[in-house]
């Protein structure tokens, strides 16, 4: 079964840090390009970031550069978001998503984990 | 960035009704759009990619049209799964964005 579990999120104060994981399986991981998007309470979906099927490359969202770094270890079928310098606004659920490359070389998330959920609060 | 503009922000319809959404990008993005639905306290599922294509294992009440900048997601007949959030999402930029979502209500 194709699937994607993210752990990782909780409550931290505002300028902390976290690390959250994305465990894959049931594919070929390093074939594919891998996203995160996050949906903060009550709002709509946000691209944050995301990284090649090498690991090679990497892009993120305005909101988050500088702050976020992507990074994927095949060995383990994971992916990693480092979150540093934490604000208030980044407080959300933390989906990691498949971006699957589809027809004429059009790209879409067609598997998502659950999530996880980071909260900023002091 | 491209910036992707969804009307209506919510509907309200009744099963059985024929219901279109529509999205709209800053500039062409050629077919690259895709169209998600999210229920509350779930994961997005994708519906439609690449502007029209149907998503295996989606009903076919559910379709997709458009090009350029302009697009639409169309469901046939409701039914009473589908009231829902509806996302779309481009993918000709490396940067993505979504749309704002239009919740669908009864």
């Known amino acids: 079964e194709v699937q994607l579990v993210e752990s990782g999120g909780g409550l931290v104060q505002p300028g902390g840090s976290l690390r959250l994981s994305c465990v894959a399986s049931g594919f070929t991981f390093s074939n594919y390009a891998m996203s995160w998007v996050r949906q903060a309470p009550g709002k709509g979906l946000e691209w944050v970031s995301t990284i090649s099927g090498s690991g090679g490359s990497t892009y993120y969202a305005d909101s988050v550069k500088g702050r976020f770094t992507f990074s994927r270890d095949s060995s383990r079928n994971t992916l990693f978001l480092q979150i540093n310098s934490l604000r208030a606004e980044d407080t959300a659920i933390y989906f990691c998503?498949?971006?699957?490359?589809?027809?004429?070389?059009?790209?879409?998330?067609?598997?998502w984990g659950q999530g996880t959920m980071v909260t900023v609060s002091s | 960035d491209i910036q992707m503009t969804q009307s209506p922000s919510s509907l309200s319809a009744s099963v059985g009704d024929r219901v279109t959404f529509t999205c709209r990008a800053s500039?062409?993005?050629?077919?690259?759009l895709n169209w998600y639905q999210q229920k509350p306290g779930k994961a997005p599922k994708l519906l439609i990619y690449a502007a029209s294509s149907l998503q295996s294992g989606v009903p076919p009440r559910f379709s997709g049209s458009g090009s350029g900048t302009d697009f639409t997601l169309t469901i046939s007949s409701l039914q009473p799964g589908d009231f829902a959030t509806y996302y779309c999402?481009?993918?000709?930029?490396?940067?993505?964005?979504f749309g704002q979502g239009t919740k669908l209500e009864i």
């Open positions: 500039q062409s993005i050629s077919s690259f």
């Open positions: 998503a498949r971006d699957a490359v589809v027809s004429f070389g059009e790209n879409t998330f067609d598997i």
């Open positions: 999402q481009q993918s000709y930029s490396s940067t993505y964005t």
